[in-house]
């Protein structure tokens, strides 16, 4: 009985790991981060939440920036316009396009990122680094920065 109750609870632990051992490649990176922009560029701030891990938009949006999704959204695409030189919050209403540049994909070395240009109506260009990890869920979801 009890080989059998240990057999069952193995099978169930390797179905959850199947379950969750999704494959990742550079093409589902570049596929989510054009969904997370096109849903940007359509003006649906709260859309674009759905794309986030959800601990880090419990820790950062609800707890430390108290709900306050443009100001969580505008800090997540800040960037350098030069090699760290005039660092950029960007006014979200203000971008005129962004476009995915690289993306690279090892989730082994959990190394998930898609770097992005992004334009300003004003003419200023910079690449901001979407870092993405695999949730719990087995997701792949953006990250930030916390504080």
Do not use: W
């Amino acid at each position: 009985m009890r080989k059998l109750s240990i057999f069952f609870i193995g099978l169930m632990l390797m179905a959850t790991v199947g379950v969750n051992a999704q494959e990742y490649t550079k093409a589902t990176v570049k596929n989510i981060t054009k969904n997370f922009i096109s849903t940007l560029m359509e003006g649906d701030l709260e859309g674009t939440l759905f794309f986030f891990d959800p601990g880090y938009v419990a820790e950062q949006h609800d707890n430390f920036l108290e709900g306050r999704t443009k100001q969580f959204v505008a800090e997540f695409l800040a960037g350098s316009v030069k090699k760290g030189a005039n660092y950029l919050t960007p006014e979200l209403d203000r971008i005129k396009s962004m476009k995915v540049k690289k993306t690279h994909c090892d989730p082994a070395k959990d190394e998930i990122y898609a770097d992005v240009q992004i334009l300003m109506d004003y003419g200023v260009k910079y690449t901001v680094r979407l870092e993405l990890r695999v949730t719990e869920a087995g997701d792949l979801r953006f990250i930030g920065a916390v504080g």
